[in-house]
């Protein structure tokens, strides 16, 4: 991923969105249903308050900008914020 891209707050991110920030649905969710409960709650704390809103302010910002929000940076932090979404809705069902 391009560092120069992604706000400097999310760089510790990269890991973890590399791994869970699938941009294929069925990809993902199928990797999501089949995670632990730790790999789940470790995408939830992967995002507390302060990071869920810078990224989601940086996304917000990006979001019409044509070139910018086709970056696989871009997609793959959207869908890492997917894949955390879904992570919530997983374990409060279990």
Same mark, same amino acid.
């Given at each position: 991923? +391009?560092? &120069? !891209?992604?706000? *400097?707050? !999310?760089? +510790?991110?990269? $890991? ?10 069925? %990809? ?5 249903? $089949? ?7 470790? *995408?939830? $704390? ?6 869920? &809103? ?7 910002? %990006?979001? &019409?900008?044509?070139?910018?929000s ?13 894949? %955390?979404?879904?992570?919530r809705?997983?374990?409060?069902? $279990?």
């Open positions: 991923m +391009n560092l &120069e !891209l992604i706000p *400097i707050e !999310l760089h +510790n991110l990269i $890991n973890m969105v590399e791994t869970w920030g699938l941009s294929d649905d069925g %990809y993902r969710d199928e990797q999501l249903f $089949n995670a632990s409960k730790p790999q789940l709650q470790e *995408i939830i $704390n992967s995002l507390p308050q302060d990071k869920l &809103e810078t990224l989601t302010t940086w996304l917000v910002y %990006y979001a &019409e900008d044509k070139i910018m086709m970056t696989h940076e871009y997609v793959s932090f959207t869908c890492y914020l997917m894949a %955390y979404d879904m992570s809705v997983i374990l409060e069902k $279990n």
